[in-house]
Each structure stands twice: as structure tokens, then as C-alpha cells.
């Protein structure tokens, strides 16, 4: 499984605006794809950022979404009209690999 973190820092004067826009991309992300996005934003530390999550089951999922979206003219447009809420330059995108759970590691043989 692979899981994207998509993370931005909103300009504090915009911080309304900014929950609205993230709420609005995700829906339509999720309308549009069929994959799920979750607008996150932190309970403590920096409060000012906006997470967006993504699950796919596997780096091949996650680049065909990523390709079909930027081929996307109205995803693109919101891309440009939401940027005005953000600290230019705060964008990361973080992309994480399951290598296991606690029930069972993947070091360990599955045989007795």
C-alpha cells in the first residue's frame, strides 16, 4: 500500500478561505477519480498547514492518478485559483510505503 501526504502552509489571513478550498479540490479529486482524499489539519504543533491523504495499492495506482489529474483542465484551474491561500514554496509531497502491521512484521515467515 502506498499512502500520499500532501502537505501545505496556509497564509493565516486566508485560513477560511484556505479549509473551504481544501475541502472543495478534495471533493472533487474523489468525484472525479474514485479515490478517497481526507483533508487533514494538525490537532498541536504548526496549525497553520492542510494535509491531504490518498491511499492506492501501489506506486503504479498512485502514478496513474497523479497523471490523470494533471492532464485534468479544471483540476489544473483549481490548482491556480487556490494558490493564493498557501505560502508559496510550502507544498511537500510525501509518499509512504506499509511494510507491515503489528500483528505480524515483514521479516517474520508467516510458516511455523
Known amino acids: 500500500m502506498i499512502t500520499l501526504n500532501r502537505t501545505a502552509s496556509v497564509i493565516s489571513a486566508n485560513l477560511v478561505e484556505a479549509l473551504v478550498?481544501?475541502?472543495?479540490i478534495a471533493?472533487?479529486?474523489t468525484?472525479?477519480?474514485?479515490?478517497?482524499?481526507t483533508v487533514e489539519m494538525p490537532v498541536g504543533g504548526t496549525w497553520s498547514q492542510i494535509r491531504w491523504t490518498v491511499y492506492?495499492?501501489?506506486?503504479?495506482?498512485?502514478?496513474a492518478w497523479s497523471t490523470a489529474l494533471r492532464a485534468?483542465?479544471?483540476y489544473m484551474t483549481m490548482l491556480t485559483a487556490g494558490s493564493g491561500f498557501f505560502i508559496e514554496g510550502s507544498g511537500t509531497?510525501?509518499?509512504w510505503r506499509a511494510i507491515g502491521h503489528s500483528?505480524?512484521?515483514p521479516w517474520e515467515s508467516d510458516q511455523g
Open 21 to 24: 478550498y481544501a475541502r472543495d
Open 27 to 29: 471533493a472533487y479529486i
Open 31 to 37: 468525484e472525479t477519480t474514485g479515490k478517497e482524499v
Open 56 to 63: 492506492f495499492d501501489s506506486l503504479g495506482g498512485y502514478e
Open 72 to 74: 485534468d483542465p479544471r
Open 93 to 95: 509531497d510525501h509518499l
Open 103 to 105: 500483528h505480524h512484521q
